[in-house]
């Protein structure tokens, strides 16, 4: 994640709530070292189905809320601008 332009490494695992049926509802990402909101405002959707080979994707812009913990300690983050995306390929 890149924060106040350093990256910091998350390498725990994280859970990803989100709904399928409205992709720009808040998702929620959180785990042992962080815990964030993501309101998304725009949904870039993509769909390619042909016969046996598929992709779908919802590539969603928003902007983050929460915390993450870094070697430097505990960071808020507040109205932080990025994106999340769940894609999915059949081949």
């Not at 929460?66 to 601008?81: E, K, P, S, Y």
Request: glycine content about 8%; some cysteine.
């Amino acid at each position: 994640m890149l924060i106040d332009g350093t990256l910091h490494k998350v390498s725990d695992e994280l859970d990803w709530v989100y709904d399928e049926a409205d992709w720009l509802a808040p998702w929620r990402i959180h785990g042992a070292s962080l815990d964030l909101r993501f309101d998304p405002f725009w949904d870039h959707a993509s769909k390619t189905e042909l016969l046996v080979f598929g992709s779908r994707g919802h590539q969603c812009f928003g902007h983050y809320s929460g915390w993450v913990d870094t070697d430097l300690g505990r960071i808020r983050v507040d109205d932080l601008l990025g994106w999340a995306e769940d894609v999915r390929n059949r081949w």
